[in-house]
C-alpha cells in the first residue's frame, strides 16, 4: 500500500526543475559505505541558521527549511515514536519481545543505529531516522560542510551522495527493503504476521511523497548534477531487484519447516479475499494456487531494458519465466535462477542510471507500462501499484522537462489520480477498476 | 451456511451401536446405476402425497430437485449444472480443460460419474449427484426395495447405509473433503486458485441444511433405529480428522518444489486481510506469528469430545496435535510421523464415538466446552468459529428433540444460534470479537 496516498500529488508542487543526464559512475550493487563517523545527533544541524531556518539566508545554496519539513511531516522523524504507540506494542508483545524501543530488530530501521561508541553528546536515539541515517555520521564532514565549501568536498570528507540514483537506492533500500544479511534490518514474515505493516516502494516515488527536503533548481544542478525523475524511478527498479535476488540467495531464507522465507512473495498472492473469482490462468510457468515471488520490479525493469538494452529485456523476460517454473521443483532451482536475474539486473544498473532519457523514452516507457495493463488479463496488485508509481515519475519527468501544456498536465494529473484511487487499498483491489483508470490515463497522453 | 438442522423435525433418542470402521472403503459393486428416473415416479418418491402405510414421505425426489425455494434448494441436484454456469465455465478455462462437464476430476464429484458399462438405459448424467451417488447402484436392490421387504434386506441386497454415521460421514466426505487416493475426486490448491469455492463442512449440520430428504419419526427409529445430531456430528469430525491425515499421509501430497498440498491448510491462515493486526498466540498450536497452519478445527472439536468421552485419548490427541504443529516448522517427514499418531487417535476415537451414549449430561458438557474454547481466544479463527458454530447448531437440535429444552429455551438458544451464524457468515469480513459478542450471547441462553 502507498504510504502517504494523499502526499502522492506533492510530488506535481515540488518544483524539481530538471534535465538530464546524471553521469553518476553507477555500480549495480553498491556497497553501502562504512560509516566509521561520530553521529552527531540531528541537534547538530537544526540550528536557525542551518537546516531549521524560517528564511533562507542570503547566497544559502539550500532553502535552509530541511528540518522543519523532516520534523513536520517526515515519517522519518515519528519511525522511534511509532515503535511506542498501539500498533508498535502490539508487535513487540507478539514477538515476545519486551519492548520494541530497546529490541535491534526494530531499532535498525526505525533509528539512526549507530553503535554507542559512535554517537556524540546531542545524539537521541529517539529522534527516529534522523538526519545522519542518510547523510552518514557527521563528525568527519561537518566542519568542511559549515565552511561552506564544494558539495564534491563534503562527498569526499563523507557525506553520503543521496543525489546520486544508485546511491540513493542502496541507501534507502537499505530499510525499506531491508539488509537480508542482518537480522536487525530486514522484516521477515514473522515480524509482518506479528502486525508490521506490508511495505510498499518505488525510490522516485517515495523521494517525492517523504516529502523531499530538497529542490532541485539551477544551483542544485550546479552544485550535485542533472536530477531526472525517470533515471531515478528506473535506477531503483534495477537495485531493487538485484537486492530481491540477493534475499533468495542468502542461506537462512531456505525453507525452514514447510516454507521459505515468505516475506520475500508477493502479500497478495495469498493475501486476497478468495470468495471472488480472480484471473490465475497459467501465464507465468506458475500453476492456479501457487506461492508466487514478487515481481513487480522485475516487471518495470524489462520495460526499461526493452528500450535501453533489448537483449538484456529478453533475457530478464526468460529467467523471470524460469525462476517462476523453478519454484515448482526446488529452492536451489530457484537460486540458480535468483543468481542469473541479479546478474542481469547488476549488469542493468549502470546503464539505466547512466542514461540520458529523452522525451521519446518517456512517451516510449509510458506507452510499454500501460500495455502491460492493457494487453493481459491479470494485473497483479503489486503491478498495478509499481506502473502508477512509474507513471507518476514519467509525468513528474515530461512535466519538467516543459513537454506539457498546462491542460494536459492538468488532464494527465487527474487521470493520475485516478490511477492512485484504483488500488488505494490492497484489499479492495480489482484489476476491472484499474484497467479502466490506466485507460483513462492513456487518452490523456499527447499524441 | 443455514442452520436448518433446527427447523428439521429429527427425533433422538440415544446410542446408535453400529459396527463403526473408521477407513470403511466405499464398496463399490459392478452393478448398474439405473438414474434418477427410476426413482421418482409418483407413486415411489417423487410423490405429492404418500400412500397410505408408506414409511416414508414419499416426497425425496420433490426435495432434492425442486428450485421454487432458492433457500431450500438441494445443490447436489444443482451439482452438474454448475460445472456449466459462469463460475464452473471460468474454472475449467483457468484450468486449461476444454470443458468442465467432461473432465473427470469435475465429474467425479459433480455428477454420478459411473462408467459407462454401469449406467442403466435412464441414467442421465446431467441430473448431478442423483440418487444413486449415495444410496447406491439400485440394480441390485431396486427389486427387494419395491417389494416392501424391510430396510434390513434393502441393505442386504446393496443399499448403501446413509442412516449410520459413519458409513454417512465416509460416503459425504467422499466428495465433502475428497478421496485422496483418488486425484480425480480430491479438490486441490490449484483447483481452489482456479476458482473453485472454499468448502465448509459438518456432517450433521449439512446432512440438515441439505436439506434431508427425509424425517425422523417413530416408524424411522423402528426401521433404521434412533438417531443423535451429536453423535452424527461427533463422529462427522472423527472420520473428517482421519481423511485430512491420510490426505498428509498420502505420497502425492509430498511438498513439490517449494510449497505442501496448501489445500491441507486453513484457508484464513493465508487469505486474510492484512490491515488489521489479528495474530495471537494459540496454546493449542504452539505457532509464531506470520505461520502457515493447517486446518485444525476438526482437531479442536474432537478434543473436545473426547475430553467428555474418553479423556487419555482427548489429552493425546491435544499432545499430538501440538507435535503435528510444530512439525510444520521443522519438515515434511516430522509432519508424516505426527500425522500417523494423530491419525491413530482419531480412528480409536470414531469406535468410542460411534457407540457412546451422548446423554443430556454430555450436551450439556459439550456445549460449555465449546463455548470456553471460543471464550479462551485459542481458537477464534473463521474455520475455528465456524465449526463451534455448527457443533453449537447440532446440540442444541439434539436437546431440542430429546424434548429437553421448554419452548422458551429453544427459542432462547435458537436467536443465539442466529447471532452465531450470522457473525460468521462472510468469511472475507469476519471479526473474531463479533464471533466471541455473539457465544457470549448464545452462553446466556443454555438453560442452567
Not at chain 2, 325 to 335: G, Y
Amino acid at each position: 500500500m502507498l504510504a502517504g496516498l494523499s502526499r502522492i500529488f506533492y510530488r506535481f508542487g515540488v518544483a524539481s526543475a530538471l534535465t538530464m543526464t546524471l553521469a553518476s559512475a553507477g555500480q549495480g550493487e553498491v556497497e553501502l559505505r562504512r560509516d566509521d563517523a561520530i553521529h552527531l545527533g540531528v541537534a547538530s544541524c537544526v540550528g536557525g541558521n542551518c537546516h531549521s531556518a524560517s528564511e533562507r539566508s542570503e547566497g544559502s545554496s539550500v532553502p535552509q527549511n530541511e528540518y522543519l519539513i523532516w520534523s513536520k511531516s517526515d515519517k522519518h522523524h515519528r519511525a522511534y515514536t511509532v515503535l511506542r504507540e498501539e500498533r508498535g506494542l502490539r508487535i513487540a508483545r507478539n514477538l515476545g519481545l519486551t519492548n520494541a524501543v530497546t529490541a535491534e530488530m526494530c531499532l535498525g530501521c526505525h533509528t539512526d543505529p549507530a553503535p554507542p561508541a559512535r554517537r556524540g553528546p546531542l545524539f537521541q536515539i529517539s529522534d527516529g531516522v534522523g538526519c545522519e541515517a542518510c547523510h552518514g555520521g557527521a563528525s568527519t564532514w561537518l566542519g568542511v560542510h559549515i565552511s561552506g565549501t564544494r558539495h564534491s568536498e563534503n562527498l569526499a570528507a563523507g557525506l553520503y551522495p543521496t543525489e546520486q540514483p544508485v546511491a540513493r537506492a542502496t541507501k534507502c533500500l537499505s530499510c525499506h527493503f531491508g539488509d537480508p544479511a542482518d537480522d536487525n534490518k530486514f522484516v521477515t514474515h514473522r515480524i509482518m504476521g506479528a502486525g508490521h505493516p506490508r511495505m510498499g516502494f518505488e525510490l522516485d516515488t517515495y523521494t517525492a511523497v517523504e516529502p523531499a527536503h530538497f529542490v532541485v533548481n539551477q544551483r542544485y544542478i550546479e552544485r550535485k548534477g542533472p536530477v531526472n525523475d525517470v533515471q531515478v524511478w528506473a535506477t531503483g527498479q534495477a537495485v531493487e531487484l538485484a537486492k530481491r535476488m540477493g534475499a533468495l540467495l542468502e542461506s537462512k531464507h531456505a525453507p525452514n519447516g514447510l516454507f521459505p522465507e515468505l516475506v520475500l512473495f508477493d502479500c497478495q498472492s495469498c493475501h486476497h479475499p478468495y470468495n471472488s473469482l480472480r484471473g490465475e490462468r497459467d501465464t507465468t510457468g506458475l500453476a492456479q494456487g501457487s506461492l508466487k515471488l514478487y515481481d513487480a520490479n522485475a516487471a518495470m525493469l524489462r520495460v526499461i531494458a526493452a528500450r535501453l538494452a533489448p537483449a538484456a529485456s529478453t533475457a530478464l523476460g526468460s529467467r523471470m519465466l524460469a525462476l517462476e517454473r523453478a519454484s515448482s521443483e526446488s529452492w536451489a532451482a530457484i537460486q540458480g535462477q535468483a543468481y542469473e536475474i541479479r546478474r542481469l539486473a547488476t549488469a542493468l544498473s549502470p546503464i539505466v542510471s547512466s542514461h540520458d532519457f529523452t522525451r521519446e523514452d518517456l512517451r516510449g516507457l509510458a506507452d510499454r507500462i500501460i500495455a502491460l495493463g492493457s494487453t493481459r488479463d491479470d494485473v497483479p496488485y503489486p503491478e498495478a501499484e509499481q506502473a502508477t508509481m512509474a507513471l507518476a515519475s514519467i509525468l513528474s519527468t515530461a512535466k519538467f522537462f516543459g513537454n506539457l501544456n498546462y491542460d494536459q498536465l492538468a488532464a494527465m494529473s487527474k487521470a493520475m489520480g485516478g490511477l492512485y484511487g484504483a488500488f488505494a487499498s490492497g484489499e479492495s483491489y480489482r484489476q476491472e477498476p484499474f484497467l479502466k483508470a490506466l485507460r483513462e490515463f492513456q487518452r490523456t497522453l499527447p499524441q | 451456511m443455514k442452520l436448518y438442522a433446527l427447523a428439521v423435525g429429527i427425533f433422538v433418542i440415544s446410542t446408535l451401536a453400529i459396527a463403526a470402521r473408521a477407513d470403511a472403503q466405499i464398496q463399490e459393486s459392478g452393478s448398474k446405476h439405473l438414474g434418477v428416473k427410476s426413482c421418482s415416479g409418483d407413486n415411489c418418491h417423487g410423490a405429492v402425497k404418500p400412500a397410505e402405510h408408506s414409511a416414508v414421505k414419499q416426497n425425496e425426489y420433490l426435495i432434492w430437485s425442486q428450485e421454487t425455494d432458492p433457500y431450500k434448494v438441494d445443490k447436489h441436484h444443482r451439482a452438474y449444472a454448475a460445472l456449466k454456469e459462469e463460475r464452473g465455465v471460468r474454472i475449467a478455462h483457468n484450468l486449461g480443460l476444454p470443458d468442465a462437464v467432461t473432465a473427470e476430476i469435475c465429474l467425479n464429484c459433480h455428477a454420478d460419474n459411473v462408467p459407462e458399462e454401469k449406467r442403466g438405459p435412464r441414467f442421465d448424467i446431467s441430473d448431478g449427484v442423483g440418487c444413486e451417488a449415495c444410496h447406491g447402484a439400485a440394480e441390485d436392490w431396486l427389486g427387494v426395495h419395491l417389494s416392501g421387504a424391510g430396510h434390513q434386506a434393502n441393505l442386504d441386497a446393496g443399499l448403501y447405509p446413509t442412516e449410520k454415521p459413519v458409513q454417512r460421514a465416509e460416503k459425504c466426505l467422499s466428495c465433502h473433503f475428497g478421496e485422496t487416493s483418488d486425484e480425480k475426486r480430491f479438490v486441490t490448491h490449484r483447483l481452489m486458485g482456479a476458482g473453485h469455492p472454499r468448502m465448509g463442512f459438518e456432517l450433521d449440520t449439512y446432512t440438515a441444511a441439505e436439506p434431508a430428504h427425509f424425517t425422523v419419526d417413530k416408524k424411522y427409529i423402528e426401521r433404521k433405529g434412533p438417531v443423535n445430531d451429536v453423535q452424527v456430528w461427533a463422529v462427522g469430525q472423527a472420520i473428517s480428522l482421519v481423511r485430512r491425515m491420510d490426505a498428509i499421509l498420502d505420497p502425492k501430497n509430498t511438498p513439490k518444489g517449494i510449497q505442501p498440498e496448501l489445500v491441507l491448510f486453513d484457508c484464513e491462515s493465508c487469505h486474510h486481510a492484512m490491515s488489521q493486526i489479528r495474530w495471537q498466540p494459540r496454546k493449542s498450536t504452539g505457532l509464531g506469528p506470520g505461520s502457515v497452519k493447517l486446518y485444525d478445527a476438526n482437531a479442536v472439536m474432537l478434543r473436545v469430545i473426547a475430553a467428555r468421552v474418553a479423556p487419555g485419548l482427548g489429552k493425546a490427541l491435544g499432545e499430538h496435535m501440538l507435535a503435528l504443529h510444530h512439525a510444520t516448522t521443522l519438515n515434511w517427514d516430522r509432519v508424516v510421523r505426527e500425522a500417523t499418531e494423530v491419525r491413530q487417535v482419531a480412528t480409536e476415537l470414531v469406535h468410542k464415538l460411534s457407540s457412546h451414549d451422548f446423554t443430556r449430561d454430555d450436551m450439556r458438557a459439550l456445549a460449555e466446552s465449546i463455548i470456553a474454547i471460543g471464550l479462551s481466544g485459542d481458537d477464534t479463527d473463521y474455520s475455528g468459529a465456524e465449526q463451534v458454530t455448527m457443533a453449537l447448531g447440532s446440540i442444541v437440535s439434539a436437546m431440542k428433540m430429546s424434548g429437553y429444552l421448554s419452548t422458551d429455551q429453544s427459542k432462547a438458544m435458537n436467536d443465539g444460534l442466529i447471532g452465531l451464524d450470522k457473525s460468521i457468515a462472510n468469511n472475507a469480513t469476519y471479526q473474531p470479537a463479533t464471533f466471541v459478542k455473539a457465544l457470549k450471547d448464545f452462553q446466556k441462553a443454555v438453560p442452567q
